[in-house]
Every structure is written in C-alpha cells, then in structure tokens.
C-alpha cells in the first residue's frame, strides 16, 4: 500500500476539458482511451477528482449521498477535441434512501460500462478508508477482473485515520491482490496523490 503525507501541489493538477453529463453507457460519446471512478456514494470520487483536475466546472462535492446521478466526462488537455484520456466521474452506489429500482439501475449500469467500453484503461475504485471491502466492492472486483483491466483502490478520507487505524489498514491490505495498486489517500486534503496524477498522465 503506498502511503504518505506528501501533498500534491495545485500547480501539478492536470488539466482537464468538461465534456459534460450523461444520463447512461449508450449516450456516452466515443472516447479514445478512458478511466472511470467508481465507488459507493459519499466516498469521495469527485473530491478525488477536483483534486487531481484543473477544469473550469469541476465535479460538484456533496455532503448529501447520492446527489449525483449522471456520469460526467473529462478530458485531460484544454480542449474538447484532445486525443486524450478521459475521466469518468460515477455516480454512487449503495446509499439507504436509494430506491430498488434505482440500485438495479446503477448495476446494469456499471455492467454495460466495464464490459461494453473497449477503451477502458484502468478503474478506480474509490472507499472510505474507515469501510472494509462490501459485497459491491467484491463484486466490482469480479467484473473488472474478468475485463484484465487494472483497477486501483484508492482508500480515502486517510486524515480520518489515527496512526493505530493507518498501520491496522495496512496488515489489513497486506497481502490484497485484488489490485493493482492500494492508496492511503486524503482527497480534500490532497495527499498522497502523486502515484495516481502519475498514473492518468501516464495513460494520456
Ligand atoms: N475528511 C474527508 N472528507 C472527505 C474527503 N473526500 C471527500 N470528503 C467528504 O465526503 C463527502 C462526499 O464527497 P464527494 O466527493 O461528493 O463524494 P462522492 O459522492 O463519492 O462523489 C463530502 O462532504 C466531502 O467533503 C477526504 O479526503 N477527507
Ligand atoms: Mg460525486
């Protein structure tokens, strides 16, 4: 696992193009090469993002689960028309007030996206570092395995985490190998970042 108080500066946040909202997989437009962030609702995706971005209509932040629907689209460089990577940022799942229909929803969803999208270069899956893995999560894991797609775990919310609860994590993660790679991150408070800006610059 890969942890760390090093802060990620503003000024290495990758530029990024709003390509805007999209309510479902088939009305997505043709990208060249993508990775989405996925992970239960209030856990911190689009913290993560406005993190690691810097666009002009960033993701929004709420403190209310499951106030974002839609899949939003970024794509690295200044311009719409750039060859480059593109960021999905995933509504949430799993929040109690969401309705049944709305969970199958998500799930079908998420199935269409992983095993549909040919371009899909990595996924991350984004906790809260206080949560262990569910039952979406194992799930999550199962698809995106069977796609051979590398898929990082970003554990967030870290600056919640004591020193005690910090190395209880990392036993807890030992010998995970699940993923490609595990990150003990704070996305409000921007640390740790610095494997993952690597890693989408990397792609494109
Ligand atoms: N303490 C702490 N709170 C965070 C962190 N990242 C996100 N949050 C908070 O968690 C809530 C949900 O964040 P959001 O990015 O909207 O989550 P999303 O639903 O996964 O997109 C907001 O109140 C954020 O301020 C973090 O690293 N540390
Ligand atoms: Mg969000």
């Known amino acids: 696992m890969i942890s760390g108080k090093n802060i990620l500066p503003d000024t290495l946040r990758l530029a990024a193009h709003p390509l805007g909202k999209f309510n479902d997989v088939a009305t997505l437009p043709i990208t060249h090469a993508e990775i989405a962030f996925l992970g239960r609702s209030n856990s911190g995706k689009s913290s993560l993002l406005r993190a690691l971005l810097s666009t002009e209509k960033p993701p929004q932040i709420s403190s209310r689960p499951g106030s974002t629907r839609l899949i939003q689209l970024y794509r690295l460089g200044g311009t719409q028309t750039d060859n480059r990577l593109t960021l999905a940022d995933f509504p949430g799942y799993g929040y109690a007030k969401s309705s049944a229909v709305f ?53 967030n919310k870290g600056d919640q985490l004591n020193q005690a609860a910090t190395a209880k994590l990392k036993v807890a993660y030992a010998q995970n190998k699940d993923f490609f790679e595990i990150m003990l991150i704070s996305a409000t408070k921007k640390t740790n970042l610095e494997f993952l800006r690597n890693y989408i610059a990397s792609l494109g």
């Open 103 to 155: 969970r199958k929803r998500y799930e079908q969803f998420l199935l269409d996206y992983i095993t549909r999208r040919e371009h899909v270069k990595a996924i991350c899956l984004v906790m809260d570092a206080r949560r262990s893995l569910g039952d979406e999560e194992h799930e999550i894991c199962r698809i995106v395995k069977s796609r051979r797609i590398p898929l990082l775990l970003c554990l």
